[in-house]
């Protein structure tokens, strides 16, 4: 590899999620929450989101002339299999074409097969922590791959579990809305069976399908460096957040706290490769009266760049974070990436800041295969609605224009270069004071 370019072959794409861009999935759990007043910022619903169901050919030409190679986006098992063992044919079809679509445009393809919807009867039999599900979904994986897996060697299992559990079952903001430690310990349990299980049936049919997992994965560190108890729940956060599901699958087993919670074994290599979605770090602060959040409260530092989701800028965390996962003995690909940045004002810095520090990362080391930018198009972005901008591309959820914004073209001339463009200059990193960070939305 040349000094400050990419490795050859080096994956340069965005990522999506089925129900925040296709349109008209109303047989979900997410379909159901969004019915619920208050549930979603403006009342906003994803019943057309980014029409994408319908669009994907001439979306993918746009993102093609944005010289991207390679693109991530998840199939809707709401769609696949609406009701218990029954696969729709029309519904693989449609993934086929939109796979071969992207093989006809020279873009290497990654399938993530759950990104935080479930089916409306899975919802309804109990959700993740119910322990059918897991049997359920490596059925649905199996299925899934057995039809398409000749288009595509790249698939995520599940999206970010320890987001599922959070978001959903400890602050009771996703569906179901529980709000129980013990639940949200068993919901883990649950997910990770599904990816043993998941995992062994689809290498046990197609050996070279390449399986990995999207960890959502942030920095922790004590708000106030030299005090025992904030660096005290900087671990503790780390350990359940970070290192626990990487750590059992790495043993093939449960490790603590999880093993209060279930049981459950698997297979002691089961990723292929590690999906890291990394967006932001967090400071935090000791203080008895969190007791749901392991005592923290989550701080920021008060003069730092934030998104309009109030997520600090901090490259360093994945530069970080690349080098802490060089553990795992395994290559890495960047899944998401990205910020909510409604005036493009930040955005630019932050890609360039980020891709800084992911090469790095890999000049270090750090075996990173691909970057996958979170995302290409303004989308239904969960519980903010349509008030969270996210893309590269704006688009308009009542007009579907697509406009591409000046971070669209940056983007393009890394994607073209494979390095970073040589006259760019970023200032340096300062150190700030902290202020609290107020409520945080875990993607």
């Known amino acids: 590899m040349t000094a400050g370019r990419f490795p050859e072959n080096f994956l340069w794409g965005t990522a999506t999620a089925a129900h925040q861009v ?65 696969f ?41 922590d119910a322990p059918e599900t897991s049997e359920y979904f490596a059925r649905y994986a199996q ?22 559990a959070y978001q959903g079952y400890v602050r009771g903001e996703w569906p179901p809305g529980t709000r129980n430690l013990g639940t949200a310990a068993r919901v883990l349990v649950n997910i990770l069976r599904a990816h043993w299980l998941a995992y062994e049936r689809i290498k046990s049919r197609h050996q070279d399908i390449q399986v990995g997992l999207a960890h959502h994965l942030r920095v922790f560190a004590p708000a106030r460096r030299f005090v025992p108890q904030d660096r005290a729940v900087a671990a503790a956060f780390n350990r359940v957040f970070n290192e626990t599901i990487l750590k059992s699958l790495r043993l093939g087993r449960l490790v603590f706290p999880l093993t209060l919670a279930g049981r459950a074994r698997g297979p002691r290599h089961s990723q292929d490769f590690i999906g890291l979605n990394y967006y932001t770090r967090e400071l ?32 360093e965390g994945l530069y970080r974070t690349l080098r802490w996962l060089e553990r795992e003995k395994l290559p890495i690909i960047v899944t998401e990436n990205g910020i909510a940045d409604h005036q493009d004002a930040l955005r630019p810095e932050y890609l360039l800041s980020h891709i800084a520090a992911m ?24 519980a903010e609605g349509y008030s969270a901008k996210f893309g590269l591309i704006a688009c308009d959820p009542l007009t579907q ?29 300062t150190q700030q004071p902290v202020e609290p960070a107020g409520p945080t939305d875990l993607r």
């Open 22 to 86: 296709e349109g008209g999935n109303r047989a979900n759990d997410w379909w159901a929450w969004e019915q619920i007043p208050g549930r979603i910022k403006n009342a906003d619903t994803s019943d057309r989101a980014c029409e994408q169901y319908e669009r994907f050919t001439s979306d993918f030409d746009l993102l093609r002339s944005l010289h991207q190679n390679a693109h991530r986006f998840s199939v809707e098992w709401s769609r696949i299999e609406p009701s218990p063992g029954e």
């Open 88 to 128: 729709s044919q029309t519904a693989l079809a449609h993934y086929r074409d939109v796979l071969q679509a992207l093989r006809d445009r020279g873009m290497e393809p990654m399938v993530t097969l759950h990104h935080f919807t479930n089916p409306t009867w899975i919802a309804q039999a109990g959700g993740w």
């Open 143 to 164: 299925r899934v791959t057995d039809e398409l897996g000749d288009l595509t060697t790249l698939w995520i299992t599940i999206n970010e579990p320890t987001v599922i």
């Open 284 to 315: 935090v602060k000791f203080n008895v009266q969190y007791r749901a959040e392991l005592f923290g409260e989550r701080m920021l530092p008060a003069d730092a760049p934030r998104s309009d989701l109030n997520w600090e800028l901090y490259p």
């Open 359 to 382: 090469l790095r990362a890999i000049e270090a080391g750090s075996p990173v295969r691909g970057y996958f930018h979170w995302t290409c198009f303004d989308n239904f972005e969960w």
């Open 401 to 429: 224009e697509r406009r591409p914004r000046p971070s669209a073209q940056l983007y393009a001339q890394i994607c073209r270069l494979n390095a970073l463009p040589a006259s760019v200059e970023l200032p340096p990193a």
